[in-house]
């Protein structure tokens, strides 16, 4: 092992060890202190956090928790689920055929399969997959699923970006936790499959698995993150947004994640 690499893994195990033996406290210090943290960065939003294991929720902004907002790329959990339920997808590893089209983000200039393209959230390929999947059967499970106001909009392939579909952090919390627990109206296997797409990285005994998303064709901008801490005994599930009045607020909704999480002795900053 390189003395870079041993350096990088020291450092890990010690932030580990801060870590263990502890867990997330609901309390009005917590709400106080990760408040700042959004003040830190000069951005409004709200932050909802359920430990698994104690059953508590600690809630930042409770107000704006329950305000619905277009769920942007955050939709892509759904949108694998409902794909990968009907068969419009092979699995995650199906390769859909780049059409040539130059778009904004390098890196969806290229093929991707499903799993690559929620990684790099290309907004193409889960338009066509929600294009296979069809309007009847989105609308069915979001239903099913009771997914935000369940609505979807005139184009069944952009309505997570600019349609009629809203959820609000505190269903957005809900909803990734009966993902986490098995408990939506999918196939296991399929929730499975989805679960393991959301993997962002890892640390000695903890595991990262989220989503962000941006409403950014609408006038009033909205970022999200949502997901999972898993440890060995414990799950923490988090659902954010934030405001976005500039394009660089976007970076906010990862590292405003992070530094709460670090700060509730959760999952360490990068």
């Known amino acids: 092992m390189k003395k870079d690499s041993i350096v990088k893994f020291a450092v890990l195990l010690m932030l580990l060890s801060a870590f263990s033996g502890l867990k997330a406290q609901s309390t009005a210090s917590d709400t106080l202190a990760w408040g700042m943290i959004y003040k830190e960065f000069g ?3 709200t932050f909802v ?21 277009l769920p942007a790329s955050t939709f892509k959990i759904m949108n694998a689920l409902i ?4 068969k419009a997808v092979n699995g995650k590893d199906e390769i859909f055929k780049w059409d040539g089209t130059k778009r904004s983000v390098e890196a969806w200039n290229h093929d991707l399969t499903l799993e690559e393209a929620f990684r790099v959230s290309a907004i193409w390929v889960y338009q066509e997959l929600a294009r296979r999947s069809g309007r009847e059967a989105i609308e069915n499970w979001l239903t099913k699923c009771r997914y935000g106001n369940m609505k979807t909009g005139p184009q069944i392939d952009n309505f997570w970006l600019e349609g009629d579909i809203a959820i609000s952090a505190m269903e957005q919390l809900a ?3 009966s993902l986490y627990l098995e408990e939506l109206p999918f196939d296991k296997s399929v929730q499975k499959q989805v679960k393991n797409m ?5 640390v000695p005994g903890r595991s990262l698995y989220a989503k962000t998303g941006w409403a950014a064709r ?9 997901g999972f801490v898993k ?3 414990n799950t923490w599930i988090f659902a954010m947004n934030i405001d976005i009045i500039k394009e660089d607020d976007s970076r906010f909704r990862t590292l405003i994640t992070r530094r709460i999480l670090s700060q509730s002795r959760i999952y360490p900053e990068k």
């Open 83 to 86: 794909g990968l339920q009907e």
């Open 49 to 69: 956090l359920y430990n698994v294991k104690s059953e508590e929720y600690t809630i930042l902004n409770q107000s704006r928790a329950n305000v619905p907002y």
């Open 231 to 233: 440890a060995a005994d």
């Open 43 to 45: 951005v409004s939003g």
């Open 175 to 177: 909803f990734v936790k």
């Open 198 to 202: 959301m993997f962002v990285d890892s």
């Open 218 to 226: 609408i006038a009033h901008q909205i970022g999200w993150y949502t």
